[in-house]
Every structure is written in C-alpha cells, then in structure tokens.
C-alpha cells in the first residue's frame, strides 16, 4: 500500500476576510446543516507554495503563469546575449506551438494607440519548473537555425525534471494532456467547526487638511464584511507518488519537510493589512499511514458549541481525538505512527487514548519525514 500523510490542524482567526468570493463577501459554506466560515484550497494552497518557496533552492520550485512565452524568451536572452529579443521570442513561441499549445493574444488595459503589437501567451496558467525553463532555452539556442523544433524533443523537456510544486500539486494541460501532471498533494476546502455568519464592518475616513480646519465629517465611508471562527484544516500527501514525480528520495524528504512546515505556519493573506489576522493553529494532529487517507471532519458536522464551561476549541479538539478513535475502533484503520502538538491542554485527548505521541513543531517535523520515508 502507499503510504500517505494526513495532517490535521485546528485554527482560530479573528475578524478578517482572509478569503472572499465575486461579491467581497467572506467564503462560506453549508456543513451539517449549518453556515460555516470557509477557506478555499485554492487560497491556502497558494500560501502553502510561497512559503515553501522560500525553503528550496533555486531549481527545485517554479513559475505558475500565463506569460510562460516571455519567461522563456528572456532565459534564452540570458544565456545566450546575442539572441535578440524578438528572435528570443520567436523561438520561445515555436517551442511552445511545437509541443501543442495554444497561443492567445495577451489582453492589454492600454489604449490601441498606446500599445505595441499585442505579444502572445497560453490561454491558461501553466506550471513550469525553473530546471525545465532552462533546458527549454538551452534546446531553443541549440536549434535555433532549424525551420521547427520537434514535437518528441520539445515534448520530453516539458514532462521531465518537474519542480516540488508540480509535483505536489500537479498540472492539468488541456491542450496537451500528455504533459499533465498527477497531484501528489490534496488540500480541503478549510470550514468553520461550529456556526458563523458574516458581520459588516462601517468605517470612515478623516481628511487631516479639513480636520485641521475644524471642520467635521468623514471624507469617505464604507464597510467590509468580516468573519471569525475556528476552522478545520486537512492535506495529505501520497509519498510514493511524490517520490515518482520527483524522482529522488531525498528531495521527496526534503519536500515532506518543506510541506509539513508551510502547511503548519503559512497563511492566506487575503486583507491581511486591515485586520492583522496573523493566528497560528493551536492543535495539530499528523498520521503516517499505510492503509489510506482520512479525514476527520465529521468530527464537526453537528456544530460545536462550547462544552463543561470550557471553550470551543477545547472542545473541538477533544471531539477531533473522539472522531479519529472511533475510526480506528471501528474500522481498524491504525497509523503506523501519529503526533500531535498543541497550545495548552489542548491535546490532552490525543494522549490519555494513545492516539498520538505529543511533540512540538520541531520535533514533529523531523519525525514525520523518518515514518513516512523509512522502507516498507
């Protein structure tokens, strides 16, 4: 069986519109009959990669984008000075239209008169991985003088020596599917654990000039919809298939790691200046498993209220450790390892029912990486 890493996380926000939909309302949803604060995967995701970014060397994360053309035109132009730029993008265009891609005219918010002639791009975003942008430019300076680039050459530098990002998250190609990447990495959709509905914010602003004229009224008003809950948050990676997209089990470790650590610390900032909601979670429960991915939201689907004068998230947290033993009971699904670390006596219940070893972040880091990548 795979062996897969399902992590679990429990965390408080404030008042702050973190993630909104068309209307700039909070995302929300209907869970057990309830509406409950939601934060898309989408979001989260992407905060997960910034940070995770960070943590790797040049060549091991890349780019998401629709610009792919001008990307690889400028490395051509790097690598090889005399290439001129709309050579380097002329090679840049015939490497992408060789390998079945669709170009479209970049949409320009300057006037017609003010704008040179529109440059092409992909018709989507596209993941690309810094090593394959650069043999990408590396076989367009090697090939420049032929008519067209070969449809096999060009294919096998698009699907080899993908970044951890692709890895992780994958790559859909419409117009090319060959090229399409399974994800490694699933994220949910984070939801509220008990109920919440948005609240709207009424703000002014003062002009200083006329207030120093001691004149009164605000200079402008408005309002903006805010939301707080405590939320459940669950990824899980498929190790083995991180390891077969990567190709190299020490980078699959480091990967692991990287991920473990984002998942943990990183944050959507969406309206992150106006309300400062820079929480952490205060419960985090890991299982290495060689059986299957599970969930625990169920845990939450009658929403939480606050229980034997204690809080929500304490409560939260004990009916999480109710939820993932009575799986185990009940299905026998046992993880080959768990921990959990926490704020306070938060993961009490983890403990007095063996559930999991209790850690700190760390520690937990470390330990994760060994049962998931130690042979089985």
């Given at each position: 069986?795979?062996?897969?890493?399902?992590?679990?996380?429990?965390?408080?926000?404030?008042?702050?519109?973190?993630?909104?939909?068309?209307?700039?309302?909070?995302?929300?949803?209907?869970?057990?009959?309830?509406?409950?604060?939601?934060v898309s995967s989408q979001a989260w995701k992407r905060a997960i990669r910034k940070d995770f970014g960070e943590k790797f060397p040049t060549g091991f994360v890349g780019y998401r984008t629709r610009?792919?053309?001008?990307?690889?035109?400028?490395?051509?132009?790097?690598?090889?000075?005399?290439?001129?730029?709309?050579?380097?993008?002329?090679?840049?265009?015939?490497?992408?239209?060789?390998?079945?891609?669709?170009?479209?005219?970049?949409?320009?918010?300057?006037?017609?008169?003010?704008?040179?002639?529109?440059?092409?791009?992909?018709?989507?975003?596209?993941?690309?991985?810094?090593?394959?942008?650069?043999?990408?430019?590396?076989?367009?300076?090697?090939?420049?003088?032929?008519?067209?680039?070969?449809?096999?050459?060009?294919?096998?530098?698009?699907?080899?020596?993908?970044?951890?990002?692709?890895?992780?998250?994958?790559?859909?190609?419409?117009?090319?599917?060959?090229?399409?990447?399974?994800?490694?990495?699933?994220?949910?959709?984070?939801?509220?654990?008990?109920?919440?509905?948005?609240?709207?914010?009424?703000?002014?602003?003062?002009?200083?000039?006329?207030?120093?004229?001691?004149?009164?009224?605000?200079?402008?008003?408005?309002?903006?919809?805010?939301m707080s809950s405590t939320l459940y948050r669950f990824a899980t990676i498929d190790v083995d298939s991180l390891t077969e997209n990567l190709g190299d089990k020490a980078v699959t470790a480091e990967?692991?790691?990287?991920?473990?650590?984002?998942?943990?610390?990183?944050?959507?900032?969406?309206?992150?200046?106006?309300?400062?909601?820079?929480?952490?979670?205060?419960?985090?429960?890991?299982?290495?498993?060689?059986?299957?991915?599970?969930?625990?939201?169920?845990?939450?689907?009658?929403?939480?209220?606050?229980?034997?004068?204690?809080?929500?998230?304490?409560?939260?947290?004990?009916?999480?450790?109710?939820?993932?033993?009575?799986?185990?009971?009940?299905?026998?699904?046992?993880?080959?390892?768990?921990?959990?670390?926490?704020?306070?006596?938060?993961?009490?219940?983890?403990?007095?029912?063996?559930?999991?070893?209790?850690?700190?972040?760390?520690?937990?880091?470390?330990?994760?990486?060994?049962?998931?990548?130690?042979?089985?």
């Amino acid at each position: 069986m795979s062996i897969t890493i399902d992590f679990h996380a429990l965390q408080t926000l404030p008042p702050s519109l973190i993630n909104r939909d068309d209307t700039g309302a909070p995302k929300t949803a209907i869970f057990g009959g309830a509406p409950r604060q939601r934060v898309s995967s989408q979001a989260w995701k992407r905060a997960i990669r910034k940070d995770f970014g960070e943590k790797f060397p040049t060549g091991f994360v890349g780019y998401r984008t629709r610009r792919a053309i001008e990307l690889l035109a400028d490395r051509i132009q790097e690598l090889d000075g005399s290439i001129e730029e709309a050579e380097a993008t002329t090679l840049a265009e015939n490497i992408f239209t060789a390998a079945g891609f669709k170009l479209t005219k970049r949409k320009s918010a300057k006037s017609d008169a003010e704008n040179e002639e529109q440059k092409n791009e992909l018709g989507y975003l596209l993941f690309l991985s810094v090593r394959q942008v650069n043999n990408l430019a590396e076989y367009a300076i090697k090939h420049r003088e032929e008519k067209k680039f070969t449809k096999k050459d060009v294919s096998a530098l698009f699907d080899q020596e993908h970044g951890v990002d692709i890895s992780m998250f994958g790559r859909m190609v419409a117009d090319a599917p060959d090229f399409n990447v399974d994800a490694s990495v699933q994220v949910a959709h984070a939801i509220g654990v008990h109920e919440s509905e948005p609240e709207f914010d009424f703000y002014t602003a003062v002009d200083d000039m006329v207030e120093a004229d001691e004149e009164v009224g605000a200079a402008m008003m408005g309002t903006v919809q805010m939301m707080s809950s405590t939320l459940y948050r669950f990824a899980t990676i498929d190790v083995d298939s991180l390891t077969e997209n990567l190709g190299d089990k020490a980078v699959t470790a480091e990967a692991i790691k990287a991920f473990s650590e984002s998942f943990i610390t990183s944050l959507p900032t969406g309206k992150q200046n106006t309300f400062a909601h820079n929480s952490v979670p205060e419960l985090v429960y890991v299982t290495v498993r060689d059986d299957r991915s599970i969930s625990l939201v169920n845990a939450f689907e009658e929403p939480v209220v606050s229980e034997n004068n204690q809080g929500r998230r304490k409560s939260a947290a004990d009916r999480l450790a109710r939820e993932a033993e009575q799986i185990q009971n009940t299905y026998g699904f046992y993880p080959k390892a768990a921990f959990v670390m926490s704020l306070g006596d938060l993961a009490d219940a983890f403990v007095k029912q063996n559930l999991a070893q209790k850690t700190t972040l760390p520690e937990l880091i470390d330990a994760v990486v060994e049962a998931a990548t130690q042979e089985h």
